[in-house]
């Protein structure tokens, strides 16, 4: 029995690894500086990998010498978005369609963002006189969806700046639930291609009896969500929109000493920041987007490590892995 009882256990261990399916998810920050770019900060630039797709969050300018530093290479599955037109978000634009024709990139790119977008690149195109060698499609981001594929959702956010500013979201769906193999065996699902349909959460029939996965899995685990905020003041609907997220990346271009100039030039504060992914129940907060004049961030942090004990400071080149709820148990 003992026998038995430890192989059902070993079967189960590693039918739960083969069905965790689980997806490397990881950010990467590419320039963390607020407008005018430092000896250690590049312009605002995020990367997203996902299964070896790219999510590229603005574009600051030389972007693209940050690629191979973060050994992204430019003819991979890509796609960005650009959170808004002032320079430091989107001139990086670009040079980085440049490069991707240099190296011959053929794989097709969308870039998604504010209207406006659509202009700015072809005006600039035309005038620079360089053809691109890849498909190029420019769409215009409305508050809401903007992509849904099989495993995801981007969604957008309009937040309050001194132009349309979008602050975006990635938010996986749910992922079918653990596989129960001795469920499965009770019910005679024969081990093989049905057990691995039924762990994706698809129904099989056996002697003409169909089989629902629901009897066979557990209760669907959670996606991740990853919020990236652009550049704003702190509002009521950005808070409903970063609500819940596993990392929620936010503009802290001041400290408390320039809380007036936030207000002013429609900035936030780490202290804001911290505030409004406290009260959205964010897991960690990365503070990003700082203003030239602070040399040093390390010792202002205390102005908001009390209200959103899990933070950072960004730096360029960070990595961050972000792990699914359930993994981290
Ligand atoms: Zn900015
Ligand atoms: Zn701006």
Not at 195 to 211: H, R, Y
Request: hydrophobic content about 40%; charged content about 25%.
């Amino acid at each position: 029995m003992g026998g038995i009882y430890l192989s059902d256990v070993l079967l189960d261990v590693f039918k739960h690894q083969r069905v965790l399916l689980l997806t490397d998810l990881k950010l990467i920050f590419l320039g963390t500086s607020a407008s005018v770019p430092t000896i250690h900060r590049g312009l605002s630039s995020v990367a997203v990998l996902r299964d070896g797709e790219l999510f590229l969050f603005d574009a600051g300018e030389g972007v693209q010498r940050s690629f191979p530093k973060a050994k992204i290479g430019f003819n991979r599955k890509m796609s960005i978005f650009i959170s808004h037109l002032h320079g430091d978000h989107c001139v990086g634009l670009l040079g980085l369609l440049q490069t991707m024709s240099m190296v011959q990139r053929d794989k097709p790119l969308t870039v998604y963002g504010p209207r406006g977008l659509i202009g700015f690149i072809r005006n600039n195109i035309r005038s620079l006189k360089f053809g691109l060698t890849f498909p190029l499609e420019v769409k215009i981001v409305r508050e809401g969806l903007v992509v849904e594929t099989r495993d995801y959702f981007i969604k957008a956010c309009i937040g309050q700046h001194r132009m349309k500013n979008f602050v975006y979201s990635l938010e996986e769906k749910d992922r079918p639930g653990v596989f129960n193999p001795k469920a499965a065996k009770n019910l005679k699902v024969p081990e093989g291609i049905l057990w691995s349909k039924l762990q994706k959460g698809e129904s099989v029939e056996i002697n003409g009896k169909i089989i629902n996965p629901n009897l066979v899995l557990g209760p669907s685990r959670k996606g991740r969500k990853i919020v990236i905020s652009g550049d704003t003041r702190p509002t009521p609907t950005i808070k409903r929109f970063i609500s819940g997220a596993d990392l929620a990346v936010l503009e802290s271009t001041y400290f408390d000493d320039h809380q007036e100039k936030a207000k002013e030039n429609l900035h936030m504060t780490a202290r804001e920041a911290a505030q409004m992914a406290s009260e959205a129940d964010v897991n960690q907060l990365a503070l990003t987007h700082f203003s030239s004049r602070y040399d040093d961030i390390a010792p202002l942090l205390s102005q908001a490590q009390d209200i959103h004990p899990n933070l950072i400071v960004a730096e360029d080149f960070l990595v961050l892995n972000i792990q699914y709820p359930d993994e981290k148990v």
